[in-house]
C-alpha cells in the first residue's frame, strides 16, 4: 500500500513541475495539431495536411487561444518576480563580498624556498 501512495506523490508532483514549467500549453498544443493534422488530412491528403499543420498560416481555434493564454501569462510573470526580488536587507546588515587583492613580497622567505630541493632523495629513507 506504501508503493501506492508514493507513486500517486510522484504522479502529483510531476503533475505540478510540469504545470510551472508551463508544459500544459505544450500538451494542448499537441493535441490541437493532432486535430488539425486529422483535419486537414481529411480535406487534402496526408502531406499537405500535415505541410498546412505545421506551416503556422493555417492556426485552428485552439491555436489562437493557447497564443492568447501564453501572452497573457508572459504579462502577469513580471509582476511576480518584481514583488520576489523587493530586498529586505537592512541598510546596516549589508557588506562587501568583493575585496581589492594586495600582494605582498616576502624577500627573505622567498630566497629559503629557492633552496628546498623537489626530488625525492635517492634512494628512499628507510623507515
Avoid at 2 to 23: K, P
Avoid at 39 to 56: E, I
Avoid at 60 to 86: M, T
Avoid at 89 to 109: D, G, H, K, R
Wanted: net charge neutral.
Amino acid at each position: 500500500m506504501a508503493w501506492l501512495r508514493s507513486r500517486i506523490v510522484l504522479l502529483l508532483c510531476s503533475l505540478a513541475f510540469l504545470q510551472l514549467l508551463g508544459g500544459h500549453w505544450a500538451i494542448l498544443q499537441v493535441g490541437a495539431w493532432a486535430g488539425m493534422a486529422v483535419s486537414y488530412s481529411q480535406q487534402a491528403g496526408l502531406m499537405a495536411g500535415l505541410s498546412q499543420t505545421f506551416d503556422g498560416e493555417h492556426p485552428c481555434p485552439i491555436c489562437k487561444a493557447i497564443q492568447v493564454g501564453q501572452k497573457h501569462e508572459q504579462k502577469k510573470a513580471p509582476l511576480l518576480s518584481s514583488e520576489l526580488k523587493n530586498d529586505y536587507l537592512a541598510s546596516w546588515n549589508q557588506f562587501q563580498i568583493c575585496q581589492q587583492w594586495s600582494e605582498v613580497v616576502y624577500p627573505v622567505f622567498a630566497d629559503r624556498l629557492l633552496g628546498i630541493a623537489i626530488e625525492p632523495s635517492v634512494p628512499p629513507p628507510r623507515s
